[in-house]
T-cell receptor, first 113, second 113 residues
């Protein structure tokens, strides 16, 4: 079935690293995504990783993919108050003829001084 | 290049009415998808269009419909509104025919009274 799971809440101190975790179900998913949503806004694409990669780094963001365990993580280095938002993990299932993203419930990141 | 635009941004309707939401994709993008976001259900896929054809539909009642025009702009319609239709409706566009990264608009927030 389709199910992407994330922890719901993460609190970190400003300047620390944040790690948001996600598990997905479709082993055939070719792309996995991280989106950010600030209050009252739409979804902002942060980064994505192709399934044949283990890691992708983009400035303060590092994505790690463990395909065997179907586990995806997003690390934000030097977390700032502006990083406070909801972060969604999403997969694009490659099976069943789908043309849609399957989202997790989102992880609310709270950054405190 | 301008991003995905959605109009209107906010809408208040009463039960039984109908509503039409509009989405203009990023220039050159031919695929448009619609998602509903609610606190209880999270992000749920509504439908996806490519070159004026609906390729995939989510598990929503027939009151929810959509279409895509030759310029790739898309509209979705909800008839006989119910209180539970109150949500943020997000449109996303992507470039091509196959799985592609989706870019989201700011959403239309619909409140049904």
């Amino acid at each position: 079935g389709e199910d992407v799971e994330q922890s719901l809440f993460l609190s970190v101190r400003e300047g620390d690293s944040s790690v948001i975790n996600c598990t997905y179900t479709d082993s055939s998913s070719t792309y996995l995504y991280w989106y950010k949503q600030e209050p009252g806004a739409g979804l902002q694409l942060l980064t994505y990783i192709f399934s044949n990669m283990d890691m992708k780094q983009d400035q303060r963001l590092t994505v790690l993919l463990n395909k065997k365990d179907k586990h995806l993580s997003l690390r934000i280095a030097d977390t700032q108050t502006g990083d406070s938002a909801i972060y969604f993990c999403a997969e694009w299932p490659n099976s069943g003829g789908y043309n849609k993203l399957i989202f997790g419930a989102g992880t609310r990141l709270a950054v405190h001084p | 290049k301008a991003g995905v635009t959605q109009t209107p941004r906010y809408l208040i309707k009463t039960r039984g009415q109908q509503v039409t939401l509009s989405c203009s994709p990023i220039s050159g993008h031919r695929s448009v998808s619609w998602y509903q976001q609610t606190p209880g259900q999270g992000l749920q896929f509504l439908f996806e269009y490519f070159s004026e054809t609906q390729r995939n539909k989510g598990n929503f009642p027939g009151r929810f419909s959509g279409r895509q025009f030759s310029n790739s702009r898309s509209e979705m319609n909800v008839s006989t509104l119910e209180l539970g239709d109150s949500a943020l409706y997000l449109c996303a566009s992507s470039f091509g025919e196959n799985q592609e990264t989706q870019y989201f608009g700011p959403g239309t927030r619909l409140l049904v009274l």
